[in-house]
Every structure is written in structure tokens, then in C-alpha cells.
């Protein structure tokens, strides 16, 4: 045998570089609190702890279909479990949209600033991804629109959107979506969704009830508090389900994620509170930022459990990040994603997002 042959990976797999997530450590190793993976510092619901701690048996598989986490699902969203399907976080099912309806040649569309996971979509099933221009850092939807090529195959849109936090409101999705090529799959990443003012609502879940090239993603990562568990639903066509379903992992959400998924689908006051303070925490730091502006500080409205913070004046992210680590804070800089000088910065709670902003406070003193 050619003691120098070895498997070759395909090109494109080589040309990817792998997701790359919030830390939780300085540079120098030390632990810090970890505010840069958009994560609930609540926690999850005392009933999903309950459900976790619960005794099963992990000799035997899962349910491989979360029947009764789909059916509870469903019956607080008024959809037929046949139109929901679980997923090992939303992660997964985000993947199996884009290689179920893009591969080799084809392009992907998405905002200039969006979840990092896309591009890697993309890559993953040899497909090109198209980045359309932001509106200062917000998706456009008119971008969006002019980003669509005959080649367009699966459009990603996570509203509210990641790293920026602002959102599209209800006639805007619309016309995105009534702008799409019929034969263009829209994805909807309600990640954040919850979080939004009570009131707002993206219509996002009914155009993928009445449409069959629109899917909508949700997770229980972010105002559930249950990212260690990785569980995500996705609802749109029975046919889109359909093909998600061909793609998952056959056994994909473990018996832990479902039992803790359907206690905290039945603990939605946690969810509420969970988003409550979160607001309250939002609200006064983005009021402290913008008592830093005259500092070239400035936030973009957000409407999730994040806020990205731009640094226009003397004070760059980068010694900004310093600075919070120092404190002892662990926010996301996103350099290669084209933001160097921004920091998305999780909300965490009220005392440490006001310990934060003093930090940076502080930093723009020594900086000017
Ligand atoms: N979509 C967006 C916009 C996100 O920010 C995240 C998490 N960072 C996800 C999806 C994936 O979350 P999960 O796989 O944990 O459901």
C-alpha cells in the first residue's frame, strides 16, 4: 500500500472555517462572566430543572420524533404537530433548510450582518453565499431584495437579527417575502423572537403557515435558558418539514432536551419575567451608552437579549474589550465578521450591566 496516501477531504470542506463561539475566558485563561453567546443569565424554568433532574433511563433511545414535545408545540401555537419538527438547537434545522434546498453552485442570501452560522451554511453544501448591504449595520430589505440572483436558492433572515438586535417589522418581512421569486425558500430565525416588545410581531409565523416557501426556526437557547440542551423547532410546509426531517439526526433531541423542553413550554411566566427584565436591563444600558456618545459611543436599538455597541471615537473595541475582561467580562468582538469596531455585548443582569457600563465609562475617560 502507498504508506503516503490518505483520504482527501473535498475542497470545500477544507475552505471552511469552522464556527467560532463566545468565550468564556480571557486571553490570559481566567474564567469571566460570560456575556458573549446571547445566553439567558436567569437560567431556564425550576419545572425544566425538574423535568432535567427527573429519573429516565438512558439505556434507551429517545422519542426520535419529540411527538409530545411537537404536539405541546403545537397546541400553544395553534399548528398541526404534522407542521412542526425538532432539532438538536435550531442550528441543525437551519443547516438541513440550506442543504435540502441549496447546493453546488447555487447562492444563499443573506444581511451583511447576520448570524455567523450562515456563510457556513452555505459552504457546507458547496454553496455560494450572497451578503446583501446593510442599512448602517441593520438588514435592508431592499439589499436583500437586489441581492437575488436566477441563482437564489434559500434567503436567511434572522429577525430580530444577530449581532445588530434591531428588527423588521411586520410590512417589511411581507414585502421581503412578497419580493422573493416564488421558488426562493425564505428562512425566518426567530432565535430572538421572544424577546421582542410585547405587542410586535413579525408575521413571520403566519406567512409560514400560508405559504409553502417560508420556514420559521425558534429555539429554546436564548429565553428559554436551555442552550445546554440544544433543542429548536421549525415550522413552515409539510413538504419543507418533510425534507428537515430526511436531514435530521435520527435520534436528534435527546430525552433530557425533550423532557425539559416540554416542562418549559408549560412555564411560559418564566419566559415572560425572563424577557422582562431583560428589558429593564436593556433599556438602562442603552441609556448609558448614549450618555457616552459625546465618548463616540453608540448602540443600535435592540429588541433582543443583546446590544451591539460601536466605537466611533477614541475608545476602540478592541481596548474596549480589553477593558471588560479586565473587569471581568466576557463580550463577543466580531472582527472577521466585519465589524472591528463593534462589541456585541449579551444583557446580562441589571448590576452587571451597570458594572459594564462603568467599565466603559471609565475606558472612555482613559482613552480621551
Ligand atoms: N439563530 C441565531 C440568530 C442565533 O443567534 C443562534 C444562536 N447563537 C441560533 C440561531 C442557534 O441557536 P441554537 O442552535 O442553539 O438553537
Not at 121 to 139: E, Q
Not at 303 to 312: G, K, Q, R, Y
Request: proline content about 5%; some cysteine; hydrophobic content about 45%.
Amino acid at each position: 500500500a502507498d504508506s503516503a496516501a490518505r483520504p482527501t477531504m473535498k475542497p470545500w470542506i477544507e475552505a471552511i472555517h469552522a464556527y467560532v463561539p463566545g468565550k468564556s475566558k480571557g486571553s490570559d485563561g481566567r474564567e469571566l462572566v460570560k456575556l458573549s453567546a446571547n445566553e439567558n443569565p436567569h437560567g431556564c424554568s425550576l419545572l425544566a430543572q425538574e423535568a432535567l433532574a427527573d429519573i429516565a433511563n438512558p439505556a434507551l433511545y429517545p422519542d426520535p420524533d419529540s411527538t409530545a414535545l411537537r404536539e405541546a408545540l403545537g397546541a400553544a401555537h395553534g399548528i398541526d404537530p404534522s407542521r412542526i419538527v425538532c432539532g438538536a438547537g435550531s442550528g441543525e434545522l437551519l443547516h438541513g433548510a440550506v442543504q435540502a434546498y441549496a447546493g453546488p453552485g447555487d447562492e444563499v442570501v443573506c444581511a451583511r450582518y447576520s448570524f455567523s452560522l450562515y456563510p457556513l451554511l452555505a459552504a457546507k453544501v458547496g454553496a455560494s453565499i450572497v451578503y446583501a448591504d446593510d442599512d448602517d449595520h441593520a438588514p435592508s430589505v431592499d439589499a436583500l431584495l437586489a441581492a437575488v440572483t436566477d441563482k437564489t436558492r434559500v434567503v436567511l433572515l434572522d429577525n430580530p437579527n444577530n449581532p445588530v438586535g434591531t428588527w423588521l417589522d411586520r410590512d417589511e418581512v411581507a414585502r421581503l417575502h412578497d419580493g422573493l421569486p416564488r421558488d426562493v425558500l425564505l428562512v425566518i430565525d426567530h432565535a430572538y423572537v421572544e424577546y421582542l416588545a410585547p405587542g410586535l410581531d413579525d408575521g413571520g409565523m403566519e406567512l409560514a403557515a400560508q405559504h409553502d416557501n417560508v420556514l420559521v426556526t425558534r429555539t429554546f437557547s436564548k429565553a428559554f435558558g436551555l442552550a445546554g440542551e440544544r433543542i429548536g423547532w421549525a415550522t413552515g410546509a409539510p413538504e419543507i418539514i418533510g425534507a428537515l426531517n430526511r436531514l435530521r439526526g435520527a435520534f436528534n433531541v435527546t430525552a433530557a432536551g425533550q423532557r425539559a423542553a416540554l416542562a418549559a413550554v408549560r412555564d411560559m411566566a418564566f419566559v415572560r419575567k425572563s424577557c422582562e427584565e431583560n428589558l429593564a436591563a436593556r433599556d438602562a444600558f442603552e441609556r448609558q451608552i448614549a450618555a457616552l456618545g459625546n465618548h463616540g459611543l453608540r448602540a443600535k436599538p435592540s429588541e433582543a437579549n443583546f446590544v451591539l455597541v460601536l466605537f466611533e471615537g477614541a475608545l476602540s473595541a478592541d481596548a474596549a474589550l480589553e477593558a471588560l475582561a479586565e473587569g471581568g467580562y466576557a463580550v463577543r468582538h466580531l472582527p472577521s465578521q466585519g465589524l472591528p469596531h463593534a462589541l456585541r455585548i449579551t444583557i446580562g443582569t441589571r448590576e452587571q450591566m451597570g458594572e459594564i457600563a462603568a467599565i466603559l465609562a471609565n475606558a472612555c475617560e482613559a482613552a480621551a
